[in-house]
Nanobody, 121 residues
Framework: QVQLVESGGGLVQAGGSLRLSCAASGRTFSSYTMGWFRQAPGKEREFVAVISTSGRSTHVADSVKGRFTISRDNAKNTVYLQMTSLKPEDTAVYYC??????????????WGQGTQVTVSS
């Protein structure tokens, strides 16, 4: 059983920064891509970023490109989302996920519990 445990969410003012972390319990962390999605109330879950198994390749959504960076530390079984220049539109529950690529939520096989990010204006 794979468990993804997220942390780092909170309340921040517009223009501020947060770093989200996701620690994975699986024994083969480095064999899987890792990603981040977000979901605001009344909206569909939205792709944010994904990173390759090695960490050398990433893909990020146009809405966050240049502001958010995904990274991973395979020695720690942890994936990160560094968020800068935050906007109120970034307010959402952020979910860590495993195993897919791109926008299709169905391509990922495990999901974290979500962590709330609230950006005030």
């Amino acid at each position: 059983q794979v468990q993804l445990v997220e942390s780092g969410g909170g309340l921040v003012q517009a223009g501020g920064s947060l770093r989200l972390s996701c620690a994975a319990s699986g024994r083969t962390f480095s064999s899987y891509t890792m990603g981040w999605f977000r979901q605001a109330p009344g909206k569909e879950r939205e792709f944010v970023a994904v990173i390759s198994t090695s960490g050398r390749s990433t893909h990020v959504a146009d809405s966050v490109k240049g502001r958010f960076t995904i990274s991973r530390d395979n020695a720690k079984n942890t994936v990160y989302l560094q968020m800068t220049s935050l906007k109120p539109e970034d307010t959402a529950v952020y979910y860590c996920t495993r195993g897919g690529w791109g926008m299709d939520v169905g391509s990922y096989d495990y999901w974290g519990q979500g962590t709330q990010v609230t950006v005030s204006s």
